[in-house]
């Protein structure tokens, strides 16, 4: 990792924190400005490349920005004003709702170059949802199944997508409020807020009030001019879904599983 310091004039290292893609780390640059540098391991290289490749595109508009990257790093910009969850967990759920409707208008706004052509379809994205409705017996995941297919053929819409919006995935800059940590997918736009219904975690006492899903179905569809039916049939899939990836039963993540029921009924 010398080499990278040495090529990117970086200096000072102080390790954030290790994940299961990378090593992060806050540095300086030689202009004395912090940054953060995440160091891929051998998943890291597969998993967040199209992210990288995803903030490229953005620009900084709406997210933060990328300042070098190769196949084993990436440096970007240095965002450390906290989380967008720490409003929520202040009492502020709505004010942070607001904030991140104009963040996805941000992140969505047509831009002048195309957009990266590597980014996942969301389609196969979802293809672990495809695959557990083969198998499984629950209604849940049988029902998320068939609402997905009929999602996937009725879009007309594709465009880049973050893939991992939630509260935690978006910091306080100097520039005002930024996503980090992109999928880096192409699909139907309302996949994008999906993630915001069960979020932020360790919030169950908010994020499983009935009331909020209708609400937040009710805002973003009218701040970001999306068909709210279809908001919500994304959440509830994405919802189900999670319960596959986390491995997980419904007792496990009961969390989810009460999110998905609740949003069940209110889509036609």
Same mark, same amino acid.
């Given at each position: 990792?010398?080499?990278?310091?040495?090529?990117?004039?970086?200096?000072?290292?102080?390790?954030?924190?290790?994940?299961?893609?990378?090593?992060?780390?806050?540095?300086?640059?030689?202009?004395?400005?912090?940054?953060?540098?995440?160091?891929?391991? %051998?998943?890291?290289?597969?998993?967040?490349?199209?992210?990288?490749?995803?903030?490229?595109?953005?620009?900084?508009?709406?997210?933060?920005?990328?300042?070098?990257?190769?196949?084993? +790093?990436?440096?970007?910009?240095?965002? /450390?004003?906290?989380?967008?969850?720490?409003?929520?967990?202040?009492?502020?759920?709505?004010?942070?709702? /607001? =904030?991140?409707?104009?963040?996805?208008?941000?992140?969505?706004?047509?831009?002048?170059?195309?957009?990266?052509?590597?980014?996942?379809?969301?389609?196969?994205?979802?293809?672990?949802?495809?695959?557990?409705?083969?198998?499984?017996?629950?209604?849940?995941?049988?029902?998320?199944?068939?609402?997905?297919?009929?999602?996937?053929?009725?879009?007309?819409?594709?465009?880049?997508?973050?893939?991992?919006?939630?509260?935690?995935?978006?910091?306080? %800059?100097?520039?005002?409020?930024?996503? =980090?940590?992109?999928?880096?997918?192409?699909?139907?736009?309302?996949?994008?807020? %999906?993630?915001?219904?069960?979020?932020?975690?360790?919030?169950?006492?908010?994020?499983?009030?009935?009331?909020?899903?209708?609400?937040?179905?009710?805002?973003?569809?009218?701040?970001?001019?999306?068909?709210?039916?279809?908001?919500?049939?994304? +959440?509830?899939?994405?919802?189900?879904?999670?319960?596959?990836?986390?491995? %997980?039963?419904?007792?496990?993540?009961?969390?989810?599983?009460?999110?998905?029921?609740?949003?069940?009924?209110?889509?036609?």
């Amino acid at each position: 990792m010398q080499n990278l310091f040495n090529q990117w004039n970086l200096s000072d290292s102080e390790k954030i924190v290790t994940t299961h893609t990378s090593d992060v780390y806050k540095v300086y640059q030689n202009n004395g400005e912090l940054a953060v540098l995440k160091h891929f391991n %051998s998943q890291g290289k597969v998993d967040e490349a199209e992210g990288a490749t995803l903030l490229k595109y953005y620009e900084g508009q709406g997210a933060v920005r990328v300042l070098q990257n190769n196949e084993d +790093a990436v440096l970007l910009e240095y965002a /450390d004003g906290g989380e967008l969850a720490d409003i929520v967990y202040d009492g502020q759920d709505k004010r942070a709702t /607001d =904030i991140m409707c104009d963040l996805v208008k941000q992140l969505h706004a047509e831009r002048n170059t195309p957009a990266p052509t590597s980014l996942v379809p969301l389609e196969r994205w979802f293809r672990d949802l495809f695959n557990a409705a083969k198998t499984s017996n629950d209604p849940l995941i049988l029902k998320a199944a068939k609402v997905a297919r009929e999602l996937f053929e009725t879009t007309t819409t594709n465009i880049p997508l973050h893939g991992d919006l939630h509260h935690s995935n978006v910091l306080k %800059s100097n520039r005002g409020w930024l996503a =980090i940590d992109p999928k880096g997918l192409m699909g139907d736009p309302c996949y994008d807020v %999906s993630n915001i219904f069960g979020n932020p975690i360790n919030a169950g006492d908010i994020t499983t009030v009935a009331q909020r899903q209708s609400y937040l179905a009710d805002t973003l569809s009218d701040k970001l001019g999306y068909p709210r039916d279809r908001l919500i049939k994304f +959440a509830f899939i994405h919802s189900v879904i999670s319960t596959i990836w986390s491995g %997980s039963t419904a007792q496990d993540d009961a969390e989810r599983v009460i999110i998905a029921k609740q949003l069940e009924p209110l889509f036609s």
